[in-house]
């Protein structure tokens, strides 16, 4: 909101638009110092300068978390990829729209607007069939050698999860492997609940 009242051209910059009690206003009609702006929804437009890229993924979960393109690229290339506000980034959207949609005509049609410079506007695609998707975030984990490989806890879930096995109890020797994933990821559930 500060950018907004800071700058009056901010939105059009932007490529975004508001939208008050679901209808869209000129921006330069709305009183932007004015408290009552909380009250506004904001989108950006289809385009080349979306920072969702060209296409996203709706599923249903409480969270407002869906997949999505992105126009920054580079970032699949970089070690840290945490950069995201809570969605997940796509690095091969063509590829997971064309797997999810399971029809090449549709796939080829998908890919060849995906793959556009110049989108104006969207265009929903429902499934024909539902598709589960889980989301997971491990921290540590045994590779296919058997060696513990661990990552830094960007979301700060470590502190609870080790919590939630204190009071489960101490983890049994011999439990290795498989059996301690499966152990861990009962315990993440146990603490931090199922979307479903």
């Known amino acids: 909101m500060a950018s907004v009242r ?30 009552s702006v909380e009250k506004f929804r904001f989108k950006q437009n289809p385009g080349s300068d979306n920072s969702l890229g060209n296409v996203k993924f709706l599923f249903e979960n409480a969270y ?32 997971l729209a064309g797997y999810l949609v399971n029809n ?3 796939a080829e049609k998908i890919a060849k607007e995906i793959t556009t410079d ?8 429902t499934l024909k069939r539902q598709m589960p998707v889980y989301l997971t975030y491990y921290t540590t984990w045994l590779d296919d050698d058997g060696k513990m490989v661990s990552y ?8 609870r999860l080790k919590e939630a096995m204190k009071n489960i109890g101490q983890i049994k020797e011999g439990l290795t492997g498989r059996r301690l994933g499966l152990f861990l990821i009962v315990c993440f559930v146990l603490v931090f609940g199922v979307v479903g």
Request: with cysteine; net charge positive.
């Open 152 to 159: 830094p806890d960007i979301y700060g879930y470590d502190p």
């Open 104 to 106: 090449e005509k549709q």
């Open 64 to 95: 407002s978390i869906y997949l999505h393109d992105t126009p920054a690229k580079q970032m699949f290339g970089q070690t840290n990829r945490a950069v995201s506000h809570g969605c997940v980034r796509v690095e091969k959207p063509v590829d």
């Open 118 to 125: 110049s989108i104006t506007k969207s265009r929903w695609v």
């Open 6 to 35: 800071n700058n009056p051209n901010y939105l059009a910059s932007r490529n975004m638009v508001a939208y008050y009690k679901g209808k869209q206003v000129d921006p330069s009609t709305v009183n932007w110092q004015s408290d």
